[in-house]
């Protein structure tokens, strides 16, 4: 559902209640693209789209657990949140929604970019301000398909986790906190089919959380640069982690399998690009190389395939 609303809407902290931002035409929002990164399969435990439009968010925030309902009504956007983390959620929702994105930086300079720009117009990087959240579910994704990494995730939040406060829709859960994240048993991660590696690296990242953390308030480069210090995370996970936790426009993802052959098709009809012609083709959108390769991925147009597809989703690697 879109709607519009100003980037910089006063600041407003209310626990429990309804929170209006202000509306204007010129600051155009649409719910399901911008908040669509931050869910991890269709039946992700901590987050939900209703039929009446509205999503709804669970989340561990500094000052607790949270769910968060947020959607857009005769063209106003206005959220409710409940439990300890409440008034964290709703104190940053405008971040959450892109208040702090600037699409007015981006300048489309391929056809192909600019005619999705004009389609895809409420499109806004979001920020959580949150990096563990986008941390984990990033490391289960290495070196295995997307639709195996949502079912691992989907089953340590539902069994260590704790359910969403408020009236949230069924089935929806709170990740565990740091400390929980650590004492998981080893055949835990086995049965939710998690290798020793994946398992290793989020333990040994849920040890240091606090100084994780302090990445959301750091440039891209920096951020990602305290993230690659724990064993096992690289510039994917790194990257991936990051276009979330800190609404990072240039951040864009190497080392994908799939990534540079759709921007390499995209922008050169080329369907073998590597990373290095990736990165020299974004080159022109040089602090907008997310945004830019988000609307490539949002026009739908993938280089044709030569042979049948093997696994489900990406293959991600660190």
């Known amino acids: 559902m879109a709607g519009r609303f100003t980037p910089h809407p006063t600041r407003t902290t209310v626990r429990g209640g309804h929170l209006p931002l202000p509306v204007t035409e ?167 089919n998690v290798d020793g590696k994946r398992s290793a690296t989020i333990v040994r990242a849920a040890r240091v959380a606090a100084r994780l953390e302090e990445a959301a308030h750091m440039d891209g480069p920096a951020a990602r640069k305290r993230l690659e210090l724990v064993p096992g995370i690289g510039p994917w996970t790194s990257a991936e982690t990051i276009q979330r936790s800190n609404g990072a426009p240039d951040e864009v993802t190497t080392g994908d399998l799939h990534l540079p052959g759709i921007v390499g098709w995209a922008l050169a009809g080329d369907r073998t690009a590597d990373d290095e012609t990736m990165l020299e083709l974004l080159a022109p959108y040089a602090g907008q190389r997310h945004r830019a390769a988000r609307l490539i991925l949002l026009s739908g147009r993938v280089p044709p395939r030569r042979a049948p597809r093997m696994t489900p989703g990406n293959i991600a690697p660190l």
């Open 26 to 192: 010129d600051a155009p929002l649409d719910l399901g693209l911008t908040l669509g990164p931050l869910r991890r399969g269709p039946a992700d435990p901590t987050f939900r789209a209703t039929p009446d439009g509205s999503v709804w968010r669970a989340s561990r925030t500094p000052d607790g657990p949270g769910t968060l309902r947020v959607g857009i009504a005769e063209g106003k956007v206005a959220a409710e949140a409940w439990g300890s983390g409440a008034g964290w959620l709703l104190d940053r929702l405008p971040a959450l929604l892109g208040a702090e994105d600037d699409p007015s930086a981006f300048v489309p300079r391929h056809k192909l970019v600019l005619a999705t720009h004009r389609r895809r117009p409420g499109l806004r990087l979001t920020r959580t301000g949150l990096v563990l959240e986008s941390l984990i579910p990033s490391v289960l994704e290495q070196k295995v398909t997307t639709h195996e990494a949502y079912g691992s995730w989907r089953a340590l939040v539902r069994k260590y986790g704790e359910p969403a406060p408020g009236p949230a829709p069924d089935g929806m859960y709170v990740m565990p906190d740091a400390r929980a994240w650590t004492q998981i048993p080893s055949w835990e991660w086995h049965r939710a």
